[in-house]
Protein backbone atom coordinates (compact mmCIF):
# COMPACT_ATOMS: atom_id res chain seq x y z
CA UNK A 1 0.00 0.00 0.00
CA UNK A 2 0.97 3.40 -0.84
CA UNK A 3 0.80 6.30 1.62
CA UNK A 4 -1.33 9.11 0.64
CA UNK A 5 -1.52 12.61 1.45
CA UNK A 6 -4.45 12.69 4.23
CA UNK A 7 -7.27 15.22 2.63
CA UNK A 8 -8.12 16.82 5.89
CA UNK A 9 -4.71 17.47 6.45
CA UNK A 10 -3.99 18.67 2.65
CA UNK A 11 -7.07 21.44 2.93
CA UNK A 12 -6.60 23.02 6.51
CA UNK A 13 -3.03 23.61 5.56
CA UNK A 14 -3.95 25.14 1.92
CA UNK A 15 -6.71 26.91 3.90
CA UNK A 16 -4.09 28.61 5.92
CA UNK A 17 -1.69 29.42 3.75
CA UNK A 18 -4.66 30.97 1.00
CA UNK A 19 -5.18 33.12 4.24
CA UNK A 20 -1.94 34.49 4.86
CA UNK A 21 -1.53 34.95 1.07
CA UNK A 22 -4.79 37.42 1.35
CA UNK A 23 -3.40 38.94 4.28
CA UNK A 24 -0.02 39.43 2.62
CA UNK A 25 -1.65 40.87 -0.43
CA UNK A 26 -4.09 42.97 1.82
CA UNK A 27 -0.62 44.72 3.74
CA UNK A 28 0.92 45.16 0.30
CA UNK A 29 -1.98 47.19 -1.24
CA UNK A 30 -1.91 49.08 1.74
CA UNK A 31 1.96 49.54 2.12
CA UNK A 32 2.20 50.49 -1.94
CA UNK A 33 -0.94 52.27 -2.54
CA UNK A 34 -3.59 53.36 -0.25
CA UNK A 35 -1.27 54.48 2.96
CA UNK A 36 1.32 56.15 0.47
CA UNK A 37 -1.97 57.85 -1.25
CA UNK A 38 -2.94 59.65 2.23
CA UNK A 39 -2.35 62.78 3.95
CA UNK A 40 -0.27 62.10 7.15
CA UNK A 41 -3.00 63.59 8.87
CA UNK A 42 -5.53 61.31 7.13
CA UNK A 43 -3.37 58.50 8.41
CA UNK A 44 -3.14 59.31 11.60
CA UNK A 45 -7.12 59.94 11.73
CA UNK A 46 -7.51 56.28 10.32
CA UNK A 47 -4.92 54.37 12.39
CA UNK A 48 -5.06 56.10 15.61
CA UNK A 49 -9.08 56.93 15.26
CA UNK A 50 -7.70 60.71 16.79
CA UNK A 51 -6.92 64.31 15.36
CA UNK A 52 -2.76 64.50 15.62
CA UNK A 53 -1.97 67.19 17.81
CA UNK A 54 0.88 67.79 15.66
CA UNK A 55 2.33 67.35 11.97
CA UNK A 56 5.09 66.02 13.52
CA UNK A 57 3.29 63.31 15.78
CA UNK A 58 1.37 62.43 12.34
CA UNK A 59 4.55 62.25 10.15
CA UNK A 60 5.86 60.19 13.00
CA UNK A 61 2.74 57.49 12.60
CA UNK A 62 3.04 57.83 8.88
CA UNK A 63 7.10 57.06 8.71
CA UNK A 64 6.17 53.98 10.89
CA UNK A 65 2.81 52.84 9.07
CA UNK A 66 3.97 51.73 5.52
CA UNK A 67 7.16 50.13 6.60
CA UNK A 68 5.16 48.20 8.66
CA UNK A 69 2.96 47.21 6.36
CA UNK A 70 5.69 45.98 3.96
CA UNK A 71 7.06 43.89 6.71
CA UNK A 72 3.62 42.58 7.57
CA UNK A 73 3.31 41.38 3.70
CA UNK A 74 7.15 40.07 3.86
CA UNK A 75 5.94 37.56 7.05
CA UNK A 76 2.55 36.52 5.78
CA UNK A 77 4.24 36.02 2.08
CA UNK A 78 6.85 33.95 3.76
CA UNK A 79 4.23 31.67 5.87
CA UNK A 80 2.36 30.99 3.09
CA UNK A 81 5.39 29.98 1.61
CA UNK A 82 6.32 27.43 4.51
CA UNK A 83 3.03 25.94 4.63
CA UNK A 84 2.64 25.24 0.80
CA UNK A 85 5.81 23.88 0.86
CA UNK A 86 5.11 21.43 4.34
CA UNK A 87 1.83 20.14 1.87
CA UNK A 88 3.73 19.27 -1.19
CA UNK A 89 6.45 17.88 1.12
CA UNK A 90 3.55 15.55 2.55
CA UNK A 91 2.48 14.90 -0.99
CA UNK A 92 5.34 14.04 -2.52
CA UNK A 93 6.47 11.85 0.58
CA UNK A 94 7.16 8.36 -0.93
CA UNK A 95 6.32 5.30 0.92
CA UNK A 96 5.31 1.86 0.24
CA UNK A 97 4.60 -1.30 2.12
CA UNK A 98 3.36 -4.74 2.12
CA UNK A 99 3.56 -8.16 4.38
CA UNK A 100 7.61 -8.49 3.26
CA UNK A 101 9.16 -4.97 3.21
CA UNK A 102 8.66 -1.58 2.59
CA UNK A 103 9.90 0.64 -0.11
CA UNK A 104 11.52 4.81 1.00
CA UNK A 105 12.51 6.65 -1.84
CA UNK A 106 12.49 3.66 -4.04
CA UNK A 107 15.01 1.54 -1.62
CA UNK A 108 13.19 -1.82 -1.07
CA UNK A 109 13.91 -3.18 2.58
CA UNK A 110 12.54 -5.67 4.81
CA UNK A 111 11.47 -5.46 8.06
CA UNK A 112 14.24 -6.66 9.46
CA UNK A 113 16.13 -3.80 8.15
CA UNK A 114 14.96 -1.78 10.80
CA UNK A 115 17.55 -1.48 13.44
CA UNK A 116 15.31 0.83 15.80
CA UNK A 117 11.74 2.13 16.43
CA UNK A 118 10.58 4.86 18.13
CA UNK A 119 6.53 4.64 18.56
CA UNK A 120 6.59 6.45 21.77
CA UNK A 121 4.31 9.16 19.83
CA UNK A 122 2.44 6.84 18.28
CA UNK A 123 -0.92 6.98 20.47
CA UNK A 124 -0.67 10.71 21.10
CA UNK A 125 -0.09 11.91 17.67
CA UNK A 126 0.40 9.21 14.91
CA UNK A 127 3.80 9.51 14.44
CA UNK A 128 6.13 6.43 14.05
CA UNK A 129 9.87 6.77 13.67
CA UNK A 130 12.07 4.43 12.11
CA UNK A 131 16.29 4.09 12.09
CA UNK A 132 17.56 2.09 8.96
CA UNK A 133 20.61 1.53 7.47
CA UNK A 134 20.12 3.99 4.84
CA UNK A 135 19.02 6.92 7.53
CA UNK A 136 15.97 7.69 10.00
CA UNK A 137 12.67 7.66 8.24
CA UNK A 138 9.48 9.17 10.54
CA UNK A 139 5.99 8.39 9.25
CA UNK A 140 3.33 10.64 10.55
CA UNK A 141 -0.41 9.97 10.50
CA UNK A 142 -1.71 13.07 10.25
CA UNK A 143 0.24 13.98 7.31
CA UNK A 144 -0.12 10.55 5.23
CA UNK A 145 -2.82 8.20 4.71
CA UNK A 146 -1.94 4.53 5.32
CA UNK A 147 0.53 4.73 8.40
CA UNK A 148 -1.52 2.93 10.73
CA UNK A 149 -1.91 -0.13 8.41
CA UNK A 150 2.01 -0.03 8.41
CA UNK A 151 2.19 0.40 12.04
CA UNK A 152 -0.08 -2.87 12.45
CA UNK A 153 1.96 -4.76 10.31
CA UNK A 154 5.54 -3.93 12.19
CA UNK A 155 3.66 -4.13 15.77
CA UNK A 156 2.44 -7.45 14.58
CA UNK A 157 6.10 -9.00 13.25
CA UNK A 158 7.00 -7.70 16.81
CA UNK A 159 4.84 -9.48 18.48
CA UNK A 160 5.67 -12.44 16.31
CA UNK A 161 9.46 -12.04 17.03
CA UNK A 162 11.00 -11.72 13.75
CA UNK A 163 13.74 -9.03 14.60
CA UNK A 164 16.77 -9.90 15.61
CA UNK A 165 17.64 -10.09 18.91
CA UNK A 166 20.18 -7.10 19.13
CA UNK A 167 17.94 -5.03 17.54
CA UNK A 168 16.87 -1.69 20.32
CA UNK A 169 12.96 -1.62 20.05
CA UNK A 170 10.32 0.52 22.09
CA UNK A 171 7.85 -1.95 23.50
CA UNK A 172 5.43 -2.12 20.59
CA UNK A 173 3.56 -5.02 21.55
CA UNK A 174 1.35 -2.84 24.12
CA UNK A 175 -0.93 -1.13 21.09
Known amino acids: MKLKLNREFAVRHLFVAALLFGMACWFAYDGYVTYPSMTPEALYEKIERS??????????????????????????????????????????????????????????????????????????????????????????????????GFYGIVAAKTKADVWPQDTPLRDVTKL
Open 51 to 148: TPSSHEEALRVYGNAIPRQKQFMALCFAGAIIVGFGVLRAYRFDFEYDESGFVFKGRRMGYGDIKALNDSQWKKKGILSLETANGKIVLDAWHNTGVD
